[in-house]
């Protein structure tokens, strides 16, 4: 018999086997309802509504019916894909898998990025978060329902203590809304130029992210909250049509947001990483200039006059004043992801300008591009001026170019004015090596005075622990004596 109320009762029964008894047992009582009703003198078809409306709420039945026949753990595949999947968003959320950090785009404390990378990211979680929601809506999981309302805990938890970051962030869900506010507020292409490398986000747009991802994660929260209360009151056999409604809203605004999202993130990049040829030659060009900028930079006037320049060249300040690091930094407007330029005042008059050139490698380049080779270390020779230097074109691999002037260097010679470049090794990790040139006043040139490999994140730990027991045995020997 085909009848909505033994549908929806058919298709909520998990077990399908003992479905199809259940089914028939109902339909059985179905029909004699109806057959009451025609007898008394209702029409078939008022017989069939009447019946219906009296077997009551699909929903409700079939949830007692269900926990009479409860089926093991190895079946119940879907509990265990949404324990794993929120199981993962603890991880993600306390940085134990230490990808965190790159959703955050209002941590003061972190020169904040952006990859479009992390965009499908944070689409595929929300993305799963609404598949597991509907599915556990479907079959009435009271099991899945509770992984996803605590998964969803969990992320408010990981933040609200921390106060280190903003409170009302929950960050794995502001890049969902990074498209549309580049999009909005900087035009279609400055989204595309931030699809090539990491773009750095404007204190003005972050408002949008954290307003955005609340929204976001407040539909979730209301959804999964009802959807629990909705199957426990259930399988109490309490009416509970009234709490299917914020499932049934949160289910089509969202599918609609996310198809949206996918469809700009998808026209946007696809047709980006076709270009990347002619990406990587316009990089390296911004690369180059920046480099040119720090080389030549005038800093006898101070900070500030050597800031007034930037901005007069088209660079902006892009982060938030309140902090000291960042303040400080600019970075080109038009691309978002051309190379940094920081300018730094230090103590006793100390001033660095520094160009930091690799921020677009890991989305443009392959490791080969920018690493120095051994072979090309031997072609540098001590006391090269800058412009032989220069000459090898090895300054285009440099991670990083820093200019230091110190107290007096200008105008007179008691002072010192130096240029470091930084570079990663090839097949050393994340090894570096750095090359400095000191100007000489007489000559008016710069001169290579000597280069060092720096040390290593697993290197300076050893030597800090090194240094660690050393003054406790040192500390030791002296309570000892």
């Not at 058919?10 to 009582?29: P, Q, Y």
């Not at 190895?74 to 509990?79: A, C, E």
């Not at 696809?270 to 030659?281: G, I, Q, Y």
């Not at 660079?315 to 600019?330: A, L, P, R, T, V």
Request: hydrophobic share 40%; aromatic share 12%.
């Amino acid at each position: 018999m085909d009848n909505k109320f033994l549908n929806r009762v058919t298709e909520l029964i998990r077990d399908k086997g003992v479905g199809k008894l259940i089914s028939a047992e109902l339909e059985s009582h179905l029909l004699d309802k109806i057959d009451y009703y025609t007898e008394i003198g209702y029409s078939r078809e008022e017989a069939v509504k009447k019946a219906t409306e009296e077997m009551g709420d699909p929903d409700d039945t079939a949830v007692p019916l269900n926990s009479l026949h409860k089926r093991g753990i190895g079946k119940n595949i879907r509990s265990i894909i949404t324990a794993v999947f929120a199981v993962l968003i603890a991880l993600l959320s306390f940085n134990i898998i230490p990808i965190e950090h790159l959703f955050r785009y209002g941590d003061e404390s972190y020169s904040i990025v952006h990859s479009v990378s992390v965009d499908f990211l944070s689409l595929f979680i929300c993305a799963a978060y609404l598949l597991l929601l509907y599915k556990a809506y479907k079959h009435k999981n009271i099991v899945s329902a509770a992984f996803i309302l605590m998964s969803l805990l969990v992320i408010a938890f990981a933040y609200f203590p921390n106060m280190n970051y903003p409170a009302f962030q929950f960050s794995l869900f502001q890049p969902l809304f990074y498209p549309a506010a580049m999009i909005s507020m900087h035009g279609l292409s400055a989204f595309y130029n931030s699809i090539f490398g990491y773009g750095y986000i404007p204190d003005s747009d972050r408002l949008f992210y954290n307003c955005g991802a609340v929204v976001m994660y407040l539909i979730l929260l209301t959804a999964s909250v009802t959807l629990f209360i909705a199957i426990l009151r259930q399988s109490k056999m309490k009416k509970v049509c009234r709490l299917w409604l914020p499932i049934k809203i949160a289910k089509p605004v969202l599918s609609l947001f996310i198809l949206i999202d996918l469809l700009v993130l998808s026209l946007a990049t696809v047709p980006a990483l076709t270009s990347l040829d002619e990406k990587r030659d316009e990089m390296q060009t911004a690369k180059e200039r920046a480099i040119q900028y720090v080389i030549n930079a005038d800093l006898s006037n101070g900070t500030e006059d050597f800031n007034n320049e930037l901005l007069k060249d088209g660079y902006e300040y892009y982060f938030n004043e309140d902090n000291i690091w960042q303040s400080g930094q600019k970075t080109l407007h038009s691309g978002f992801n051309d190379s940094l330029i920081i300018t730094a005042p230090f103590d006793e008059g100390k001033f660095a300008v520094c160009c930091l050139t690799d921020l677009d490698k890991n989305y443009v380049l392959t490791r080969g591009d920018y690493c120095l080779t051994e072979e090309e270390r031997e072609l540098v020779k001590t006391n090269m001026t800058l412009d032989e230097f220069m000459s090898l074109g090895l300054h285009k691999k440099a991670a990083m170019v820093e200019k230091s002037v110190y107290p007096d260097a200008y105008p007179g010679e008691k002072g010192q004015i130096t240029i470091e470049f930084s570079f990663d090794l090839s097949g050393e990790g994340f090894n570096g090596y750095t090359y400095n040139f000191d100007y000489n006043s007489k000559d008016q040139k710069y001169y290579m005075t000597g280069s060092e490999k720096m040390l290593s994140d697993e290197e300076i730990q050893a030597l800090y622990d090194e240094m660690m027991n050393q003054e406790i045995n040192d500390e030791m020997l002296t309570d000892y004596n």
